[in-house]
């Protein structure tokens, strides 16, 4: 590990020795990094670049990654993507993770499925312009015109004589031209890509198979003491009494020491507890083992998730706060031939992600320095630099691998104990967290209760909707005042359901929370989608049609919606873009829907006791349906046979990936639905570990996932989130349609051992 972090005009210089180093800033725009050390005077103001690529004299073309890789292969597509740009050998092409550094690589949260659909131009741009610049330095060798030049797999071409040379050779003319720009950089046709959209291994897959890949966990430091600690077992409780004696004894212990009191909301921060100090992490461990204490548990000692679901279905019962409405729904489902009402709960879950959470701090001289597996370094940085009132300049973050994400290493309160902890001891301190901490001291999902009624008329078509969503807010994790959800939780599912309706009235309900609530892969779509997913197939049956053709039906007809125009009680929310870019379509809602539906075999008869169901859901701006088929076996127990799944995010840059993200969130969902749950009784969380709170094992899994990626040239949507939504609701359906039994509370469980299925 190194020491204190080099100061931005050091980085600048090094980078730049004896190599071609381009910045690409989040307008497009590109700065040579030569010229930003010449001090150029067009260097723009506030200019944060997006991307950085070094080619050296050796022609090794170097990437700077500014996304932390969590399996969702970031470091691979973004690579993919300026190399076919450059036109680069892919076997000459490294790939470097970016350390935290706003100033550098501007935003480097790794959230919300955003790193291609937000940077795509930016990447295609970078890989563009050096092209460009390594074709003005080959015309400038060879003094010939530069429309006589191009450049083709890692060599500059001179066309009418033939002459060829390297890109590494052209390192040093390439400093010296301008920096092209305009209508000379030229991004390719599609038709002449070399990566994008083709199968291409991941540039950490080699070091992943053989260990040789750093994770948090596999952190060192010299001089480095690790620290284990007992946190408050109830949200907001303190240490009320601490006898640390007997874990002072364990050889190893070499401190024990109380971190600083935690009052909810405690937003990123640390929760408080007492840290064992040892000099490994088995001691440590036993060190924490053998401490005495007593805690005062604070305002939610009495958290109960049962009663918490009772409070939960009583507000839901009753009118809430529009969030949207259009025509009269109250009065149309009054009037109906048929009134149908649901009530669907989902309880509380937990990240659960392989690898637990482990930060390395470092502080010397007034700096700190950190390595940690971390979505979001500017959010460590901010966090750390606030409890420790360091400048934030003060602080680096450096990103190693993560062992999965899933949203909770965006979260750096980690990060705050390993930081705090180092300073405090003034040495190198190594903060992890075992499995129990991890799920028992999450920012957890939250648990919610969705209420649904609508209207048929008699010919089965839906005159009325009424959708009230009631759970506790992410917003409460950082304000007292956060009871309702905000609008981008309500903008998942609730306020842009696309179904061409009349009358449709959506409603939110007051939910206090008592545990920290964060966000969770494809985040409050999870409930939404189970609800209105399972509500449809519910109609369905009412009026005694097919699922998928009442879905259809339902979605109506071709068009593109903005959902500005609906009917909104605020402003419309569409992930961070505008409605005017990614509008609801419905043609591509429909397509995934008739692609998946048609490779699964709808309509075909099935053995007894099995079924399908169907589901289909936008998040993320990218559109996925899914067909589950299920077999229920005497006992009740519950097997996922196969899954197929289409999904359209628009343009694609690795489909690989895309087919491994959409396996790996419809296994994750797989075991939403049918197994983990987070309970609370007295305040604390009932499970502890894998063997209580159940993900999917090998065994579990479906026999097929078939998945269809959809050729679009469209805008890219998200890719990592989206396949968790519709998943639940299409296994459920499919329960239905095996048993006639209707599951509405998640997870399935022993539902259907000891009938406690609504029919």
């Known amino acids: 590990m190194s020491g204190a972090s080099m100061e931005r005009r050091e980085f600048l210089r090094?980078?730049?020795?004896?190599?071609?180093?381009?910045?690409?800033?989040?307008?497009?725009?590109?700065?040579?990094?030569?010229?930003?050390?010449?001090?150029?005077?067009?260097?723009?103001?506030?200019?944060?670049?997006?991307?950085?690529?070094?080619?050296?004299?050796?022609?090794?073309?170097?990437?700077?990654?500014?996304?932390?890789?969590?399996?969702?292969?970031?470091?691979?597509?973004?690579?993919?993507?300026?190399?076919?740009?450059?036109?680069?050998?892919?076997?000459?092409?490294?790939?470097?993770?970016?350390?935290?550094?706003?100033?550098?690589?501007?935003?480097?949260?790794?959230?919300?499925?955003?790193?291609?659909?937000?940077?795509?131009?930016?990447?295609?741009?970078?890989?563009?312009?050096?092209?460009?610049?390594?074709?003005?330095?080959?015309?400038?060798?060879?003094?010939?015109?530069?429309?006589?030049?191009?450049?083709?797999?890692?060599?500059?071409?001179?066309?009418?004589?033939?002459?060829?040379?390297?890109?590494?050779?052209?390192?040093?003319?390439?400093?010296?031209?301008?920096?092209?720009?305009?209508?000379?950089?030229?991004?390719?046709?599609?038709?002449?890509?070399?990566?994008?959209?083709?199968?291409?291994?991941?540039?950490?897959?080699?070091?992943?198979?053989?260990?040789?890949?750093?994770?948090?966990?596999?952190?060192?430091?010299?001089?480095?003491?690790?620290?284990?600690?007992?946190?408050?077992?109830?949200?907001?409780?303190?240490?009320?009494?601490?006898?640390?004696?007997?874990a002072e004894k364990v050889p190893g212990v070499e401190r024990v020491i109380r971190l600083p009191k935690a009052k909810p909301p405690t937003a990123f921060n640390a929760v408080g507890g007492v840290a064992v100090v040892a000099r490994n992490t088995w001691a440590a461990l036993q060190g924490r083992a053998r401490l005495k204490l007593t805690w005062t548990d604070g305002p939610n000692a009495g958290y109960d998730s049962v009663e918490y679901r009772k409070e939960l279905m009583a507000t839901a019962s009753r009118p809430g706060k529009p969030v949207r409405q259009q025509g009269d729904a109250a009065g149309a489902i009054a009037r109906s031939a048929k009134r149908i009402t649901a009530d669907y709960y989902l309880p509380h879950l937990a990240h659960a992600q392989m690898e637990p959470p482990a930060a390395l701090a470092v502080y010397q001289n007034g700096r700190m320095e950190i390595w940690a597996p971390t979505q979001s370094p500017q959010a460590a940085r901010d966090s750390v630099a606030d409890v420790l009132k360091l400048?934030?300049?003060?602080?680096?973050?450096?990103?190693?691998?993560?062992?999965?994400?899933?949203?909770?290493?965006?979260?750096?309160?980690?990060?705050?104990?390993?930081?705090?902890?180092?300073?405090?001891?003034?040495?190198?301190?190594?903060?992890?967290?075992?499995?129990?901490?991890?799920?028992?001291?999450?920012?957890?999902?939250?648990?919610?209760?969705?209420?649904?009624?609508?209207?048929?008329?008699?010919?089965?078509?839906?005159?009325?909707?009424?959708?009230?969503?009631?759970?506790?807010?992410?917003?409460?994790?950082?304000?007292?005042?956060?009871?309702?959800?905000?609008?981008?939780?309500?903008?998942?599912?609730?306020?842009?359901l696309p179904f061409a309706l009349d009358n449709c009235l959506a409603e939110s309900g007051p939910a206090p929370a008592h545990v920290r609530i964060g966000w969770y892969r494809s985040v409050i779509n999870i409930p939404h989608a189970f609800a209105i997913g399972s509500f449809v197939d519910e109609l369905a049956q009412a009026a005694g049609r097919d699922p998928r053709d009442f879905l259809l039906e339902l979605l109506g007809p071709d068009r593109l919606i903005d959902m500005s125009k609906v009917g909104l009680a605020g402003d419309p929310w569409n992930y961070g873009a505008s409605f005017q870019q990614h509008p609801i379509d419905i043609a591509r809602y429909r397509n995934v829907v008739q692609l998946a539906s048609g490779r699964a075999g709808w309509g075909e008869k099935l053995p007894s006791g099995e079924g399908r169901g169907l589901a289909v859901h936008r998040s993320f701006l990218s559109y996925v349906a899914a067909v589950a088929r299920v077999k229920v076996e005497p006992d009740g127990r519950v097997v996922v046979r196969r899954v197929d799944v289409a999904i359209d995010a628009g343009f694609v840059v690795h489909p690989e990936r895309v087919r491994a993200q959409m396996e790996g969130a419809t296994i994750m969902a797989l075991?939403?639905?049918?197994?983990?749950?987070?309970?609370?009784?007295?305040?604390?969380?009932?499970?502890?570990?894998?063997?209580?709170?159940?993900?999917?094992?090998?065994?579990?899994?479906?026999?097929?996932?078939?998945?269809?990626?959809?050729?679009?040239?469209?805008?890219?949507?998200?890719?990592?989130?989206?396949?968790?939504?519709p998943i639940g609701a299409a296994i459920c359906n499919a329960i239905f349609a095996a048993t006639g039994k209707r599951i509405r509370t998640l997870p399935v469980g022993d539902q259907l051992k000891t009938g406690g299925a609504t029919t």
């Open 14 to 246: 090094s980078v730049a020795a004896g190599g071609l180093v381009l910045a690409v800033g989040p307008a497009a725009g590109c700065r040579r990094v030569e010229d930003d050390l010449r001090g150029a005077p067009d260097q723009p103001a506030g200019f944060a670049p997006v991307a950085w690529v070094r080619l050296d004299p050796s022609g090794t073309v170097t990437i700077v990654c500014h996304r932390s890789e969590m399996g969702q292969g970031i470091r691979t597509s973004m690579a993919m993507i300026i190399a076919d740009e450059l036109d680069a050998d892919w076997s000459r092409v490294r790939v470097d993770q970016a350390p935290g550094d706003e100033k550098l690589y501007g935003s480097q949260n790794t959230d919300g499925s955003t790193s291609i659909r937000n940077f795509l131009p930016q990447y295609r741009q970078a890989g563009a312009t050096v092209r460009a610049l390594l074709v003005a330095a080959g015309a400038k060798q060879w003094n010939v015109p530069d429309t006589e030049v191009s450049a083709q797999f890692h060599e500059v071409i001179h066309r009418p004589s033939g002459r060829r040379i390297g890109y590494g050779d052209l390192v040093a003319t390439a400093r010296e031209v301008p920096v092209p720009a305009g209508d000379r950089i030229k991004l390719k046709d599609p038709a002449e890509f070399r990566y994008i959209g083709k199968e291409i291994p991941g540039v950490d897959l080699g070091d992943i198979t053989i260990g040789k890949a750093i994770y948090g966990q596999d952190l060192r430091h010299d001089g480095m003491r690790v620290a284990v600690i007992a946190r408050p077992p109830v949200y907001g409780g303190q240490v009320a009494s601490l006898d640390s004696a007997e």
């Open 391 to 496: 400048s934030a300049d003060k602080v680096t973050v450096h990103v190693t691998l993560l062992g999965g994400g899933f949203g909770r290493k965006s979260k750096p309160d980690f990060i705050v104990e390993a930081a705090w902890l180092a300073r405090e001891l003034e040495l190198p301190v190594k903060v992890v967290w075992t499995r129990e901490d991890d799920i028992q001291h999450d920012y957890f999902h939250a648990a919610a209760v969705e209420h649904l009624e609508a209207g048929l008329d008699a010919q089965g078509k839906v005159t009325g909707w009424l959708h009230r969503t009631v759970l506790p807010s992410i917003g409460s994790t950082f304000s007292r005042d956060a009871q309702y959800p905000g609008a981008f939780e309500v903008g998942m599912g609730v306020t842009d």
């Open 671 to 725: 075991g939403n639905t049918l197994y983990s749950e987070i309970s609370f009784r007295q305040g604390r969380p009932v499970q502890s570990n894998y063997t209580d709170y159940r993900i999917p094992r090998i065994g579990d899994a479906p026999r097929e996932i078939v998945v269809q990626v959809v050729p679009s040239t469209a805008l890219p949507g998200g890719v990592g989130e989206p396949g968790v939504p």
